[in-house]
């Protein structure tokens, strides 16, 4: 189901190709966030026209909001959301720390209070799995804990052993067909969690595996530190999935590390705020820097907003709250994320991945309001 097409002599960085029942996904790959079988402000058609090869849903939110039924009337999550590609869901074990107001952990699994109306829910292995089998989703990720990352120790510990334990309950759940399961590796920032709970979960023999519990308000060299804990106990022939990141230069630095996939909000999330991506960076194109420059938003960008607008243009849309002007905004964002993926892609299969992770990290500067991230856009 995964195959390295090459390695990177330099780095821990991977070329491969992840073979799924909707198609094959070439490695490293971001994957654009549709929580609510939605990548927001973009339609399916954008999406493929920028080079998306798959999305992220929500299970959580989706079995509360429209509900399994109408998913299930439709045909599935596909045919719902009009998205022929590989879809991941999430398990809905991320809302278990983002919800942590309105829920309750248990031995068997997660009683929430829906965060629309309060009404019951509890998620388990079995019920999450059971979701995403009827939303029959490519890749479908365990239940797990995810701990606040400045959790006391004996919690982290806590969340490892029922991590590890609703995986296996998982494990033994029933697919959807052709379904592929990612095991989960928690464990916060402790070297020797992050080894027990990867040496147990790759004993499970999914078919990829995540680091969770990474990007949860950790600064970003504890951030670094947690996957460099795991990395070296997760089997190297089978696709790694770094959850929730990043900015450009994280997801740069992570495939140095060896890791395949990624998923991410702030494209999108920044967007709607008037702030954009580029190679050096991000900046506001609502300042008043913009408000009569004719150039495009970044001028050796190839997506439809660089081609046919000016800063200007979209500044004015911002600026007097017309929709048009996050669309652009989310467009371009999202299209540079794809863009340094197929980049990395092609320096990896020239032998140059070195060089260009040099040259794009001393260019890029980080902006500090961006760099919270995690991958539910409810």
């Not at 004993?203 to 460099?228: C, H, K, N, Q, W």
Request: glycine share 8%; with cysteine.
């Amino acid at each position: 189901m995964f195959e390295i097409v090459q390695t990177d002599p330099a780095s821990k960085a991977r070329l491969g190709r992840l073979t799924t029942a909707r198609g094959i996904i070439d490695t490293p790959v971001f994957m654009p966030v549709g929580t609510q079988a939605s990548v927001k402000a973009l339609d399916p058609r954008e999406l493929r026209e920028m080079g998306t090869q798959i999305i992220l849903a929500n299970t959580y939110h989706l079995s509360i909001r429209p509900g399994l039924d109408i998913i299930e009337a439709a045909g599935g999550l596909h045919r719902f959301m009009a998205w022929d590609g590989p879809i991941l869901t999430d398990s809905g074990g991320f809302q278990v720390f983002s919800l942590a107001k309105i829920r309750k952990v248990k031995a068997h699994g997660v009683e929430f209070r829906s965060h629309l109306d309060g009404s019951p829910l509890f998620l388990g292995p079995k019920e999450a799995m059971a979701i995403q089998r009827a939303l029959g989703s490519d890749i479908a990720m365990v239940f797990d804990e995810c701990p606040p990352h400045d959790a006391p120790a004996k919690e982290q510990r806590l969340a490892v052993e029922r991590t590890i334990r609703w995986a296996g309950e998982c494990r033994e759940q029933p697919r959807s067909p052709g379904q592929l399961v990612f095991g989960i590796v928690q464990g916060g920032s402790n070297a020797a969690l992050r080894e027990a709970c990867a040496l147990a979960i790759t004993a499970l023999d999914f078919d990829g595996y995540a680091i969770g519990g990474v990007s949860v308000g950790e600064p970003e060299p504890e951030m670094l530190r947690a996957i460099e804990f795991a990395e070296p106990f997760l089997p190297a022939g089978k696709a790694r999935y770094a959850m929730g990141l990043g900015t450009p230069a994280q997801m740069v630095e992570l495939v140095a590390r060896g890791v395949d996939m990624f998923d991410c909000v702030l494209p999108t999330r920044v967007a709607r705020n008037g702030t954009a991506f580029t190679r050096r960076g991000t900046f506001a194109i609502k300042g008043g820097a913009c408000k009569a420059e004719v150039r495009p938003i970044d001028e050796i960008c190839d997506c439809f907003a660089c081609r046919h607008f000016s800063r200007a243009y979209i500044r004015h849309l911002l600026n007097v709250n017309e929709i048009l002007g996050l669309r652009l905004v989310s467009i371009h964002n999202s299209h540079f994320y794809l863009h340094v993926m197929r980049e990395i892609r092609a320096h990896l299969a020239a032998g140059t991945f070195s060089d260009y992770r040099r040259e794009f990290l001393a260019h890029y500067v980080p902006t500090r309001r961006v760099l919270a991230s995690r991958h539910t856009e409810g």
